[in-house]
T-cell receptor
Framework: AQSVTQLGSHVSVSEGALVLLRCNYSSSVPPYLFWYVQYPNQGLQLLLKYTSAATLVKGINGFEAEFKKSETSFHLTKPSAHMSDAAEYFCAVNRDDKIIFGKGTRLHILP | DTGVSQNPRHKITKRGQNVTFRCDPISEHNRLYWYRQTLGQGPEFLTY????????KSRLLSDRFSAERPKGSFSTLEIQRTEQGDSAMYLCASSFGAGRETQYFGPGTRLLVL
């Protein structure tokens, strides 16, 4: 069954530093993978989506993620963190027409 | 395209009361999903509709929960005899097509059961 595991429930980076949020997936079929962001008291916004067209996926707000089948990973990165990136990030996989979410990683940006 | 909307945004109720939430999907989206998110967790699937047909219900959806999408447009989620454990954010999402299309989420309804 498809699932995702996010490593680290909290990640802190300094403003301007590299952001790296880790996600590993488990899937018996080629997966569709997602990263969503959730700001406080708001719904989820799609950052990017992998559909097997290209292994490097570029999303909104300068984020990108690379699908690595050999590592079963789909880590999210951004070269330079901004204060406005502080939020909760969810990795997710499509399974049987519904989305299965990881537990989330809260990103803190240090001034 | 005004996005997915949900009402109310916040609901406080006493244990044992019934509550109903509404979700208006993006127009022409044929699929509508309900998820529940508790503190510190990712959203969990509850149920979904294709047009007016309810295609799947999670085992999380006890018999106190019922969802409808009578005309294939908006949907309602009703919780009867609320319990404190029902306190959560209830998220609605919609998509167009079948299967693995992108789901677009609404802002959610936060329920607090006292």
């Amino acid at each position: 069954a498809q699932s995702v595991t996010q490593l680290g429930s909290h990640v802190s980076v300094s403003e301007g530093a590299l952001v790296l949020l880790r996600c590993n997936y488990s899937s018996s079929v080629p997966p569709y993978l997602f990263w969503y962001v959730q700001y406080p008291n708001q719904g989820l916004q799609l950052l990017l989506k992998y559909t097997s067209a290209a292994t490097l996926v570029k999303g909104i707000n300068g984020f990108e993620a690379e699908f690595k089948k050999s590592e079963t990973s789909f880590h999210l990165t951004k070269p330079s963190a901004h204060m406005s990136d502080a939020a909760e990030y969810f990795c997710a996989v499509n399974r049987d027409d519904k989305i299965i979410f990881g537990k989330g990683t809260r990103l803190h940006i240090l001034p | 395209d005004t996005g997915v909307s949900q009402n109310p945004r916040h609901k406080i109720t006493k244990r044992g009361q019934n509550v109903t939430f509404r979700c208006d999907p993006i127009s022409e989206h044929n699929r509508l999903y309900w998820y529940r998110q508790t503190l510190g967790q990712g959203p969990e699937f509850l149920t979904y509709f294709q047009n007016e047909a309810q295609l799947e219900k999670s085992r999380l959806l006890s018999d106190r929960f019922s969802a409808e999408r009578p005309k294939g447009s908006f949907s309602t989620l009703e919780i009867q005899r609320t319990e404190q454990g029902d306190s959560a954010m209830y998220l609605c999402a919609s998509s167009f097509g079948a299967g693995r299309e992108t789901q677009y989420f609404g802002p959610g309804t936060r329920l607090l059961v006292l």
